[in-house]
């Protein structure tokens, strides 16, 4: 251990020497960190040792970390003392009808085409005992189980599955693997699980939207999806629905886990609160995603479409451990006013005749600033492995910002890497060409900005890719001229 | 139903149109010819609503409606049609795509529900027989790789599917074959009805073959020099324009 290391264990442990005790019967933490509170958390969910003391180590080693500076983005540090690290899943307030939900947010509702039911279940309403969501949601579950399928919170996972959490907790993103991560593996208040055993096809999209009690998982959200050899999954993850939240800061954790010919495919669709349109407000949004093929010839593929929070930062990574294994990453980050998104991917390479490709696609509009930022690693022994990437950038109006960073290692003589990028501005003429035909302006520019993603938009589910097309347009009001 | 008075336009500062004045009643075809950069391009892209061009006096009445009052989409949806000279390209969008978004706008804004997939397609067959357009090259990338002929077919293609009161086509027989020229000229010809009316502008006189003009202006230097009847332009083909830059010069 460093000098500098031991100074800092010392002061770590120092501070729980002097640190207070929590109430266990309290219904939250007081505000600020330490090896209390990870206790506290720890048995207010009732967790086995082992995970208390794997908690417990990721805290000492976020203690030791520093918040990474390298990403182009530039914001107010989180006061991390002031942060509330648990509070009871609340009740959410009954609301009786659509009636007394804010107006404003019915319209966007509207606009996106969210069903009615869908807007009730998103906004609180008390829904009738037919369309009820745990009621689907059983009837969901009882299908998957009779496949041998698990899919539930992690706290359930926890409590029901130890065995499978204890073996792949950690092993694909390290609890010291990166300043966030290592405080979500801290303090993560819930998330999904999701286990497809061998040669099992899940027969339906598995979105969190099914997941009983999947509402409040909290501001530090993991996930772990394991699939055993021979199996395929597609998962989706979040809404195209604005989503509010009093936490501002936002850090979570996807860990997939890809065994032997396995294939997973994970779609996002991220539409946290952005901050108005004078950048006030807004969430942040710091995830660790990665993935593992860690058998021949598994597939892992990443499609985000990003068009919330006020700062993202997200490298959703692909190691291609096995032989012939196979990652991909898909995104389209949209940024509009004072957004700003540092977002990418790293492709590892570890196996032979492994292969990936790129696919990236930033619109920025306002005065937003959009990072595409990319590692293309390939290792001495993936012999023959292959890369592709395009990252095109798309400018609306002359105040934004759009930026690469690629960086590609490779070492040896048998792979290939390509890399593509443009920067283009939306036309003029594209537009006139548009509105000549009597589309109106706004609708103009969503239909190129969609054209524009069109590669990425259908790798979505089909219900998804209907709902992201109408997203983007409404991300990207008011963001020429 | 088009009505144009002493219309000066300019980009840049630098004035383009020097005072066109033009009458355009149902039924009516009218044939704008002149000389490379006498304006005729910019004289339909300021009709069309183009926001580069700036309108310095002057005043354009469509169906008694002021049209300088209309954005490009509202004139699109009034019934202003203009097929380019250069049609664009956009990438990921479809013509069928980029069709069926037009012409709701264009139904909502008359008060009719939008097409449902399987109308919108009986209408799409209907139409593309007229031009003889194929299917898959609606299923591509709006204008992305399409030939000059292409790109020109699908100009009109788009006419029929909107069916305009007022087409302005320009150059649109430029880049076409001659069997292309023949159909699209026939398709611009089942088209017409005696409420609608059709500007063309062209520099050949062979297209006046087949779409015949009521009416053949010639523009130089930003103004309409001189106006006839369909012979003007056999008498332009054979004599070129100096004779015309000559009487203008005299006249001015
Ligand atoms: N953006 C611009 N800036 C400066 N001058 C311009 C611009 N756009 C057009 N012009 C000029 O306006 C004049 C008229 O152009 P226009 O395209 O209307 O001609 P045209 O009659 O259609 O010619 P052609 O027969 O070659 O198509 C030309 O001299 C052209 O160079
Ligand atoms: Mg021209």
Redesign the interface.
């Known amino acids: 251990m460093s000098k500098d290391d031991q100074i800092l264990e010392e002061f770590a442990s120092k501070e729980y020497e002097h640190g207070w005790n929590v109430d266990i019967e309290a219904d939250s933490a007081p505000p600020g960190l330490n090896e209390d509170i990870v206790r506290f958390i720890s048995a207010k969910k009732e967790e086995p040792e082992w995970l208390l003391e794997w908690r417990l180590k990721a805290y000492r080693n976020w203690r030791k970390m520093v918040e990474p500076e390298w990403a182009n983005i530039h914001y107010p540090k989180p006061k991390f003392e002031d942060i509330i690290y648990y509070s009871a899943p609340k009740q959410k307030k009954k609301i009786e009808s659509l009636d007394d939900v804010d107006p404003e947010l019915l319209k966007t509702f509207e606009r996106l085409g969210i069903s009615l039911t869908e807007q009730k279940r998103l906004t609180g309403v008390a829904v009738d005992a037919v369309m009820d969501s745990v009621s689907v949601g059983t009837t969901f579950k009882k299908q998957l189980a009779e496949q041998g399928i698990i899919f539930c919170s992690f706290s359930e996972a926890v409590k029901e599955h130890p065995e499978l959490v204890k073996k792949y907790i950690g092993s694909v993103v390290p609890s010291n693997d990166n300043f966030y991560a290592a405080l979500n593996s801290a303090v993560f208040s819930d998330g999904s699980f999701c286990y497809i055993p061998k040669g099992v096809r899940c027969p339906v999209e598995l979105s969190t939207y099914f997941r009983i009690n999947a509402a409040n998982t909290g501001q530090f959200e993991r996930t772990l999806i394991v699939a055993e050899e021979d199996s395929y999954v597609s998962y989706l993850e979040g809404c195209t629905a604005p989503q509010r939240d009093e936490n501002q800061l936002h850090a979570a954790v996807v860990e997939i886990y890809a065994a032997k010919s396995a294939e997973v495919k994970y779609s996002t669709v991220q539409n946290w609160f952005p901050g108005d349109k004078n950048g006030k407000g807004g969430i942040y949004n710091f995830v660790t995603k990665r993935g593992i093929c860690a058998g021949d010839y598994a597939k892992i593929s990443w499609t985000q479409v990003e068009t919330g929070s006020a700062v993202t930062w997200k490298y959703p990574s692909c190691i291609l451990k096995g032989d012939h294994s196979q990652g991909e990453f898909y995104s389209v980050a949209v940024t509009n006013n004072y957004q700003q998104a540092d977002t990418g991917t790293k492709m590892i390479h570890l196996g032979k005749n492994t292969k990936s490709r790129i696919v990236s696609k930033g619109v920025s509009g306002g005065k937003s600033q959009n990072s595409y930022r990319g590692l293309v690693e390939i290792h001495p022994r993936a012999e023959n492995s292959r890369n592709f990437s395009q990252c095109d950038s798309l400018l609306m109006g002359d105040q934004c910002g759009a930026h690469t960073f690629p960086y590609i290692e490779v070492k040896n003589k048998s792979s290939q890497v390509e890399h593509e990028a443009t920067t283009s501005k939306i ?4 537009i ?10 706004e ?2 520019v969503a ?2 900005v ?6 990425v938009l259908n790798k979505l589910p089909m219900e998804f890719a209907v709902e992201a097309q109408k997203l983007l347009a409404l991300t990207l009001e008011g963001s020429v001229g | 139903m088009l009505s144009i008075k002493n219309l000066h336009a300019s980009i840049e500062g630098k004035e383009i149109l020097k005072g066109i004045n033009l009458e355009v009643k149902p039924g009516e075809v009218h044939a704008i010819m002149g000389p490379n950069g006498s304006g005729k391009s910019t004289l339909a892209s300021v009709l ?5 061009y700036e309108v310095d006096k002057g005043e354009i009445t469509f169906k008694g409606k002021d049209l300088l009052d209309l ?3 509202e ?3 009034e019934g202003v ?2 097929a ?1 000279q250069y ?7 479809t013509t069928t ?3 069926k ?3 709701n ?2 139904r909502e ?1 008359r008060g009719l529900e939008p097409l449902d997939a399987v109308s919108f397609l009986t209408l799409m067959k209907e139409k593309m027989k007229l031009v003889e357009i194929d299917q898959s090259l609606l299923s591509r ?1 709006l204008n992305e790789g399409f030939s000059g002929g292409e790109k020109k077919r699908n100009e009109i293609f ?1 006419m029929a599917m ?1 069916e305009p009161e007022l087409s302005i086509l320009d150059e649109t027989d430029s880049g076409l074959d001659i069997d292309a020229l023949r159909i699209v000229s026939n398709g611009v010809n089942k088209l017409k009805t005696p409420d609608n009316a059709t500007i063309v502008v062209t520099h050949y006189q062979r297209l006046l073959d087949y779409i015949v003009p009521d009416y053949v202006h010639v523009l130089f230097e930003g103004k309409i020099v001189k106006t006839g009847g369909k012979e003007l332009a056999k008498e332009l083909e054979a004599k070129g324009y100096d004779w015309i830059k000559e009487e203008a010069g005299v006249a001015s």
């Open positions: 036309g003029e003429d594209q006139f060409y548009c509105t000549q035909r009597g589309i109106d302006e609708s103009a239909l190129i969609n054209g524009y993603c069109k590669e | 069309a609503g183009r926001e580069d954005g490009a989409d004139r699109a949806k049609f203009l380019f049609p664009i390209e956009i990438p990921g969008v795509n980029f069709m978004t037009a012409l706008k264009i804004h990338s788009q909107l």
